[in-house]
């Protein structure tokens, strides 16, 4: 019985040190965390939030007070710009917009916690706008639009060779599954089959660290493996921060630290 226990414990042994590199080899020297600010550079003139024009369905979509454009949302106080995306990509130069997204290292460990992608991702149109408006998402999930207002909204995706391609209505109380979104150096541009004005822009990414800032302006990015990156930031007007030189914001993430990224202001005509 104990010549069987050793033995046990030898074969044991002999595994763990088969598999040990393996297992270093995936693990960072610890995770830690980045957050920031994304401002609209305090030397511009703040940009107008314009009303659109409503020309469908106008007793619903107008009935309910103005809608804005919504291309800039800006806190007056604090500059904070909502809706940009914010994302960790390799550490190198990358001039061509092409292989920005291609740039996250796959080899890169991504923590436990984070590991299973969520199943759905749902996007509403209460009203007659896209809520929410600017979406990331992992490549894993299925976009999913709902309609709960009480006129039909629908969902045009034009994805090109990597799809989805998409037009069809979606009466009150319906939902359309889009399916999976691939992952491509821009983000997605969707529309409104019914109403020209409405927006919704999709971001798809095959690793968790990204994040979407606030009505402040805020993100913040959980859990990356400690080391070099460079923060990479878009807005659907700014295009993406630094695109006329080198991309993004060279960073270090910490273990068990969260960095404050500094990320250049945003201006109107970055891209
Ligand atoms: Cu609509």
Redesign the pocket.
Known sequence: MLMLKCRAIAALAVLVLCFAPLASARQPAGWGSVKGVITFDPKEKLPDNPVVKITT?VPFCAGKGKTFADKWLIDPKTRGVKNVIAFLSRDVKVKAAKNIQADWDRKKPIHLKLLAAPLVLKVD?PV?TFLPRVIALRSQTNLVFENTSQ????VTIDGGALGPNVSQSIPPGKSLDVGQIRVRPFPLLLR????PW?RCYVMSFDHPYYGVTNDKGEFQIKDAPAGKYRLQVWHEEAGYLGATNDWGVPIMILPDKTIEAKVPPLRPDVD
């Open positions: 369905d149109q007659c006129v039909t909204h629908g409104c089959t019914l109403h409405m």
